[in-house]
Nanobody, 124 residues
Framework: VQLQASGGGLVKAGDSLRLSCEAS????????MGWFRQVPGKEREFVAA????????IYADAVKGRFSIDRDHAKSAVYLQMVSLKPEDTAVYYC??????????????????WGQGTLVTVSS
């Protein structure tokens, strides 16, 4: 399974951005896709996740109400719509896929495949 993330860029505080991630290869239908982010020198942190079949979603408290995760079942894709961006949202964003679609996990070690990361920079 390969994941291709895109959509990062440089925006101003208060702006919106939409990240995309498409999965290719044999992941089946019962999986979970998530977004994590990492700032240099810090641990990778969970952002949001969605299960593919039932569309169950979970969010980190830091992004709840501002970020929205959704998936396109037919394209094996997941999207992260980010609004009201803050400078502290600046990070490299990674999409990830967990072959166990019965859970939406916040734990990066539950995910089996990772995309290459896309940089989001929010200026003040």
């Amino acid at each position: 399974v390969q994941l291709q993330a895109s959509g990062g860029g440089l925006v101003k505080a208060g702006d919106s951005l939409r990240l995309s991630c498409e999965a290719s290869g044999r992941a089946g239908n019962d999986y979970c896709m998530g977004w994590f982010r990492q700032v240099p020198g810090k641990e990778r942190e969970f952002v949001a996740a969605v299960t593919n079949i039932y569309g169950y979603t979970i969010y980190a408290d830091a992004v709840k109400g501002r970020f929205s995760i959704d998936r396109d079942h037919a394209k094996s894709a997941v999207y992260l719509q980010m609004v009201s961006l803050k400078p502290e949202d600046t990070a490299v964003y990674y999409c990830a896929l967990d072959l166990n679609g019965r859970r939406a996990s916040r734990d990066q070690y539950d995910y089996d495949y990772w995309g290459q990361g896309t940089l989001v920079t929010v200026s003040s």
